[in-house]
Each structure stands twice: as C-alpha cells, then as structure tokens.
C-alpha cells in the first residue's frame, strides 16, 4: 500500500477542518462527522479551539483508502499560528490547500502558496463551498490561474479532451504524449503533479459532502509514493507535551528505521528513546519501530530542537515566517521573573518563533507574538500550564540591523595560556536573504577542524547590530583567515575570538536600520481610491492600482507596501471609510530601510561598548596577563595581516611579530623600566625584598659571558654549565603550580623560583629561568637574580622559547646547557643544537628527589644527636 504523509492547509474560515472531518468519514476512520461550529470536530482536540472555532496546533490522524495509509496533518489556519503551520510543511509529501468559494484567492492564500514553493512540495487544490450562492466555478479558476499559477487545472473531468489539452501545455513530455497518443497517461500527469508542474483543482462542498469522493479517488490516481534511502533519517517539526507532562518530539522518518531504545545524537548530546508514539487524534498507539515515511511522536529525548535534523538529514531547518511585534509579559506581584522565566522556556520550546528573553537592562520579560488572537491564547496556556494569569503590554516593532558597506573584522582571544584569532569579511546581503556564511580560508593558514568550529560559532548565536542592539540579518560573512597556536588553543577560544570578529567588523561598517514592511491588497470603492492613496502615502508606503484584476463593478483593487509600524490598527480605519465594502490582506513583505531610524535610535538606546555579552574589542596577552584592546586599535595589534589591505605595511602598526625581530643593544635604566612596568604589568608583586633588580650598563653577575644580542664573548675556561628553565611552560606543567596559577599567576610564579632556588641550592653551575613578556611594548630584555638563580624576562617581540634557543645555539661550544621544557617543537629545536633535555616531568621527578634526600639526612643527624653518647659530650 502507498504510504503518504498529507497537510491540509488553508486561509482561516475556508473549511479546511470540515474537509478532515469528510476525508475522515468517508475512510472509515471515524464514525460521525464532527462539526466545528458544534465543538465536535475530531481534530480539534483543545477546549480553546472548539471554543474559538479554529484551528491553533497542528494535529495528526491516520486513515487508510483503498490501497493507501494516509497521515493527515490538520494545520492552524489563523495568520496568527502561521509558523505552526510553516513547520509542518518540511514533512509533507504533498499539500492540500483549501480555497473558499464563496471568498476565493486571499492575502494569506498567496502567503501559503509562497510557502509551498519554497519548500517544493506538490499541491491538490480543493475549492471549498461550491453549494453556497453566487460562486462562479469559472471565475475562481481564472482567479486562481491569475493569483497563483497558470497550472491550476480543473480535474473534475480528468478523462475529457479540454482536460488532455490543458494539462499537455504545462510540460514538454506532457505534449508529446498527447500529440502521440491523443491522450495522456496518468502516470506522466501524476510525474508532473509530484514535480510540481501541475496543480490539480477540485470542486466540492466539505460540509455536504460534495466532490469530497472524488477528490479522495484523485488522490489515489496522482499522488506518488516517495522513496527513501536506506541510511537512517528524520526531521523534527513539532515538540510539545501529553497530558502527563512527558516531552514528545514529532519527527518524519526519512530513511532506515527507527526504534524504541535507540540512541539519537548530534554534535552536542545524545538521548535514548523510550517510546514510540503513533498519534491520531488524541489517542494513541505504540509501536516498537517506525519506517520510513512515518510520522510519530517520541518520548525520552529532552534537547531536541524544531527544524533539528538526525543522520542523512543533518543540519537545521530556519523558518521564514517571523513574528514582526515583540511584547513585554506582565507578570503578577507575587512572582518572580527568575522562577517564571524556564517554565516559558518550555512554550519556547514548543514554538521557537516566541524567542523568550530576558532583557538585563530592562528588568523584563520579553516574547515575539504574531498577533492579538496569539497573546489570548498565550495567556489561557500559560493559566492552564503554570496557574498564573499574565498580561502584555501593548508591542513594538520588531526592527532589525544589517550593513552598507564591506570590512574586514578581526577578533583575537588571547589571555595566558589561550589563543585564537579570527578575520571575518562582512559584506551587505539581498533583502530577505537573513545571514549566509561562507569560508574562503586556506587550510594551510587554518586548520579544517578550527575552520569548521568557527563556522558553527557562527550558526550558534543570534548576533545583533550596533544601532540598537537588534538582530543582524541580510549580511553575508566570510571566514578569510584565523590562526591558532599549537599548544594553548582550545575550543572556546575560537567562540570569544568569533563573537569579536563580528563585533568589530561591525563598529566599522555603516550600520543601516530595517524595519517590518507588509504587503498590502485593498479592494475598495472607486471613490474610497484617493482616500486610500493619500493614506499609504501619509504612512511611508507605496501602491498602484492593478488595472489587470476583475472585480464587481465600482470597485478598485489597489496593491502596495507599507511600514508594518504606521499600518497597526489601519484596518479599522479602512473599514470605516469604506463603510464596510471594503476589503483589506495584509502579508508580511519583509524587511526594509527603517523610514525614521533617528526616531527609533532615540527610542531604544544601545551603547554597544557597554554591551558585557557583545564585546566589540579583543585580548590580547602582555607580561603574562591579558589586556582589553578597545575595536578602533584591534588591527594595531593583530597577527595576521589584513585581508581586505594586503598592501599596508607593518611598520605602521603598534604590533611586533612574535619572532625574529632585531633590536639594538641597548641597556635601560631603572626609572624607565619602572616606568614600564607600572604601565603595563608589575611583574613580581609579591615579596620584593628576595628580589635584586638589576639594570645596569655593565653585564648581570652569572651572565657574564654572553650579552642579549646572542654574542659569544671569548673564553678559555671549561664548560660551566647551565640549566634554563622556561617559567611558564613548567608552571602549567605542574598539577600544583596550575591551580596556584588559575588563583594568582604572581604567586605561581614566586612559588617556582623558591621550588628552583631551594632545589638549585645544592647544585653547581647556573640556572636561568625565563619568562615571556613579549607582548610589552618597549620592552627590553629584564634580568635579575632570584636568590641563587637568575631570571629573565624576555624583550619585546621574544618569546621564552626564542629566548632558550638563541641561547642554546650561540653558547652550545661554550657550556653545558641543558633545557627544562615540555614544548614539544622547542625541545626537537634544542636536541638538534646538541644540548641536553629536561622534560617538566623529569625536572619535578628531580627536584622531588632532591627534596627527599635533604630530608633523609637531616633524619640521619637528628638520630645521631640523641645518642648517649653525644648527650655526654654536650655536658662535658
């Protein structure tokens, strides 16, 4: 048997839900035909629905015709749930869409008909109450052939030759077929059915059950069944709650087989599933598995998301309907937001489109709603679900940001021990098309693996403009290049470096506000025409009349746009000029150019640089700590060279590459480094009474031998030996020295040079310990002695490696070095210029060692003092 997966979708009032209640009936699957205005209807399971008369969730039912299983998905009619609705089309494998004859083609009919096309899902058309008087076959046929497609086709004579000759002038194959045979074959008219070439029209009334017979036998003849892959698929587009409180997530199996006890997984988590539901109605069957084709519900799964996709469907399905009005949620006295806030997370869940928020700096509660028929039946759920009533406030426009003009944004995450950086290219987007990412990276520069966690770094957050803090849309982002360090860069490195990038890219662009436009379709008297055009004008908008479309006589259509902020409550105005006779479809256009930004900018103040989750500078690290870099200087300091300025040089920016950089030698005194230190980071803050700074023209004590350009300076002793230890890499090398550090680098540090010190107390030859602080500008190379040892801090542009291995290869003839690092690239570097290696364990390991034996002999002498024979001698 053919397996299909229908929707019936349909402007409100058009009597999509009398057309289940028929398909139902007549399929055995219900025994008495409800009606909605009688609170009956088997679709219509929730007390809000029946009391209002329409349709608000989506509802599944299973019935079987002839040599099909059929699922119906009954979809809300209401513009009001539209993205209910939306999100039942990524499942269909065909749509029903219900026309009213008596009303014809509506504003929300060509809404959903765009819908339909965008998710390239076939349609059978079903022109509902046809028995009703003044409805004209002909007329709407015309209508829909002039509103929707040419390729509506009367198919209440699917054997008579007008049908033969309209349907052949759709496709190529259809026509040659025809011109062949004189007649078509039906298996060529449902191929071009399912490619959406042909849209099939039925004629009836749903309430008589008229044309409901045969509309249910062309769905047998043309409707195909879809094939699947073998590989394991499936789609969420529903999530909401039974009776009990269980989690149920809806799904579309679109390949392989699901069942009870699988486990399904994304990047992020992975979930077991408990039961397998197949709903109809508000009864239920379980199953141990689901096939492909089949709709059911799943319990045990706790993070799905709506649009989320499992196994060939991976990825996520973003909606295109979008609520234009945010609204702030009142609650009662007596409750609090922190409390209230997850259990609205949980409508959330159910519908994405509310975007729940906390606003900080406003102190509320903030939802996205569709319109005032939404917010009632918010508040009735919220009561029922929570026990507490709620109010709103009266709404404001949902505006939006995007930008003019091409940069090149940079971000760098760099505090100690961490490092990313990120160059983005941010370029302005077509209207309509929301945010695109793309990479044209070298894998060469960036890893693919760091290129793909950027990208999704990207997906994962809702980024947001510098004009007022609203969402950012029709912008296409580029990652250009990145780079990360080998050792210190983690995943969430990348995140901060991500966000930043944005940020900063757009504090340079020239930001441009958008707001909601709707599209309008009046059809009004002759003389209401000037009243009407006077007002699109007064609102900002723009309108024509359409010569081309027929009404009843004295009457006008005129179509246009407007602001969605000027046109609330117009409808009312409409409707009073009009005297009634008048009719006005208002469908959400998109996004454009805000007609009074400076208006809104004063009504929504934003600082972008006081906005802590959206930080527009970067980090960068110095002496060890890191530093804030505000967004204007980012590139003054930055790693990688401009993508977008390939030809601006180095030398005019602040930033001094890691490595490889000359200096002069040139001795610094006291008061300039001092002074230095003050303004960037006090290096050694604890006790300084241990310390003896030095910073004179002659060379350190120790040091004697060698000067900081790397000069040998003759010598005919023996090899003295040294050992250098490279601080930092020892400190996040020792378990103890790192959580010290995590708490207060300062003191992680000082704690080492005592470890050193002690340690080296009973050794020979020199130790020198290095630190970086490369990234001071102006920094000369620092030396002092520490006790016994000697500690450097490097210079600018020189990191401790470049420090150890200049050391090593200009002195490896003169003494006996050996290196204490657990830097894998250093240490091959040091094994090649022929000194010794210490490994941050084997330094510990020595060090413990050393420790040990001081111990065991300070036992021995304590054990040979309280002999009898030394307490004799002390008394004589």
């Not at 997530?249 to 486990?263: M, N, Q, S």
């Not at 004295?554 to 009073?576: D, H, I, W």
Request: aromatic share 8%; with cysteine.
């Amino acid at each position: 048997m053919k397996k299909l997966v229908l929707g019936i979708l349909a402007h409100v009032d058009a009597g999509k839900t009398t057309l289940s209640e028929a398909m139902l009936y007549l399929s055995g699957s219900i025994r008495k035909i409800g009606r909605v205005d009688k609170k009956d209807a088997f679709l219509d399971t929730y007390e809000l629905e029946r009391a209002r008369g329409i349709t608000i969730f989506s509802k599944q039912a299973e019935m079987a015709y002839e040599n099909m299983n059929i699922t119906l998905l009954d979809t809300p009619g209401h513009v009001d749930f539209s993205t209910e609705m939306e999100r039942t089309l990524q499942v269909l494998d065909y749509a029903i869409l219900v026309i009213s004859g008596a009303d014809g083609c509506q504003g929300h009919t060509e809404t959903l008909w765009r819908l339909l096309n965008r998710y390239q899902v076939p349609v059978f058309l079903f022109i509902n109450k046809m028995d009703q008087m003044g409805t004209d076959k002909d007329k709407i046929l015309d209508e829909l052939k002039n509103r929707l497609s040419d390729a509506c086709i009367d198919f209440t004579d699917d054997l008579s030759e007008q049908f033969y000759e309209n349907a052949a002038m759709t496709e190529e194959y259809l026509l040659d077929d025809f011109l062949e045979n004189g007649r078509l074959d039906k298996t060529l008219i449902a191929r071009a059915i399912r490619e959406r070439k042909i849209f099939p029209c039925f004629f009836g009334s749903a309430l008589r059950l008229q044309g409901v017979e045969e509309f249910l036998q062309g769905i047998n003849t043309y409707m195909q069944e879809k094939h699947y892959p073998k590989e394991f698929g499936a789609r969420v587009f529903k999530i909401t709650r039974d009776d009990q409180g269980n989690r149920l997530t809806y799904l579309k199996v679109t390949g392989g087989i699901l069942r009870a006890k699988d486990l399904l997984r994304t990047e992020h988590w992975e979930e077991k599933i408990n039961q397998i539901r197949i709903y109809s109605g508000t009864k239920y069957q379980m199953i141990n598995e689901a096939s492909a084709g089949m709709i059911c519900a799943v319990t045990g799964l706790s993070q799905t998301k709506i649009g989320e996709g499992f196994g060939i469907e991976q990825g996520e399905i973003l909606p295109v309907l979008e609520p234009v009005l945010h609204y702030q949620i009142l609650l009662p006295e007596d409750i609090d937001a922190a409390v209230m806030l997850p259990k609205l997370k949980q409508l959330e869940e159910e519908d994405p489109q509310l975007h729940i928020v906390w606003d900080e700096e406003l102190q509320e509660i903030q939802a996205q709603i569709m319109g005032d028929v939404q917010i009632e039946i918010l508040q009735n759920i919220i009561k029922e679900r929570f026990d507490v009533d709620v109010a709103f406030d009266t709404g404001n426009i949902v505006y939006k940001e995007t930008i003019n003009s091409t940069v090149e944004g940079v971000g760098h995450f760099e505090p100690l021990r961490h490092y990313a950086e990120v160059h983005l290219i941010l370029e302005p987007g077509e209207r309509g098309s929301g945010i695109m990412i793309d990479t044209n990276c070298s894998e060469d520069l960036l890893d693919r693996n760091w290129q793909r966690l950027i990208m999704t770094h990207l997906y994962e957050k809702e980024h947001r403009g510098v004009l007022i803090g609203a969402p950012l849309t029709d912008i296409k982002i580029t990652l250009a290049a990145g780079k990360a360090h080998k050792k210190h860069t983690e995943g969430g490195d990348f995140r901060q470096a991500t966000y930043r990038a944005v940020r900063q890219g757009l504090r340079q662009a020239e930001s441009v506000m958008l707001e909601p436009f709707y599209s309008f379709r009046m059809e009004l008297p002759e003389n209401c025409v000037g009243r009407a055009m006077m007002d699109v004008d007064q609102m900002y908008g723009t309108c024509k009349i359409a010569y081309e479309e027929h009404t009843a006589d004295n009457m006008t259509v005129l179509k246009g746009s407007a602001p969605v902020a000027c046109m609330r409550g117009y409808q009312r105005e409409f409707a009073s000029y009009t005297k009634g006779y008048g009719r006005m479809f208002c469908t959400l256009k998109g996004y454009e150019k805000c007609h009074n930004p400076e208006e809104v900018m004063q009504a929504y103040p934003y600082d972008p640089e006081a906005d802590i989750m959206n930080p527009t500078g970067s980090v960068f690290c110095a002496h060890g700590t890191g530093f804030l870099v505000n967004w204007d200087q980012v590139k003054d300091y930055m790693h990688i060279d401009s993508v977008l300025e390939p030809e601006k040089q180095q030398d005019d920016k602040v930033h001094v590459p890691v490595r490889n950089v000359q200096e002069e030698d040139i001795w610094i005194g006291d008061d300039e480094i001092e002074q230095i230190m003050r303004q960037t980071f006090y290096a050694n803050k604890s006790d300084k009474s241990k310390v003896r700074r030095r910073y004179h023209t002659k060379k350190p004590d120790g040091l004697a031998d060698f000067n900081y350009k790397g000069r040998k300076q003759p010598d005919s002793r023996k090899k003295e030996k040294y050992l250098l230890v490279d601080g930092y890499n020892i400190i996040f090398a020792w378990k103890e020295l790192k959580e010290l550090a995590n708490v207060n680098l300062d003191s992680a540090r000082d704690k080492l040079l005592d470890i050193l010190s002690d340690y080296h107390g009973t050794g020979q030859g020199n130790m020198i310990v290095v630190f970086d602080a490369y990234r001071v500008k102006g920094h000369r190379t620092e030396v002092m002695d520490y006790q016994n040892i000697h500690v450097v801090y490097t210079k600018e542009a020189e990191t401790a490696d470049a420090f150890i291995e200049k050391f090593a290869h200009d002195h490896k003839q003169t003494y006996d070095i050996t290196v204490a690092t657990s830097d894998y690239l250093e240490q091959i570097i040091i094994t090649g210029q022929g000194c010794k290696l210490l490994s941050a364990r084997e330094l510990e390991q020595m060090v413990d060692q050393k420790k040990e034996e001081i111990r065991e002999q300070l036992e021995m002498q304590v054990q040979k003092r309280n002999t009898l024979g030394e307490l004799l001698k002390e008394f004589e």
